[in-house]
Every structure is written in structure tokens, then in C-alpha cells.
């Protein structure tokens, strides 16, 4: 299935891992990680997918 949505919920401790597996959706400007706007997500499914896994926090969170 398609990713339709990839969002950030409350509780970020900006450890820098989701920019770490998919630079090309997550960045780190300030303290909370953010989604980067009008990226297509299909191309990065399964380093989303990853990222969310990984996130210590459980704060990565996506809609198919």
C-alpha cells in the first residue's frame, strides 16, 4: 500500500535517526525532528517505514 501521509507527534527528543535512514523526507532544523513538504513518499516507503521502527520515542507515525 501506498504512504499518504508521514507526520511527527508530540514527544520528539531530536536523536537524529530518521534523518539518518531518509534524509530526503525527515529533517532536524531546531529540537524536534520535522516532514519535509511535497515529497512524494512512495519513492521512500521502506526507509519511512524503517524510520518509524527505529524512532526511540514511537513518535514517527504514517497512513496508508
Do not use: Q, R
Request: glycine content about 4%.
Amino acid at each position: 500500500m501506498a504512504i499518504k501521509e508521514v507526520f511527527i507527534e508530540e514527544g520528539c527528543t531530536a536523536c537524529g535517526l530518521c534523518t539518518d535512514i531518509c534524509p530526503e523526507v525527515f529533517e532536524l532544523p531546531d529540537d524536534v525532528a520535522i516532514v519535509k513538504e511535497g515529497v512524494n513518499f512512495d519513492d521512500f516507503e521502506d526507509e519511512i517505514k524503517e524510520a518509524a521502527e527505529s524512532c526511540p520515542v514511537e513518535v514517527i507515525k504514517y497512513k496508508e
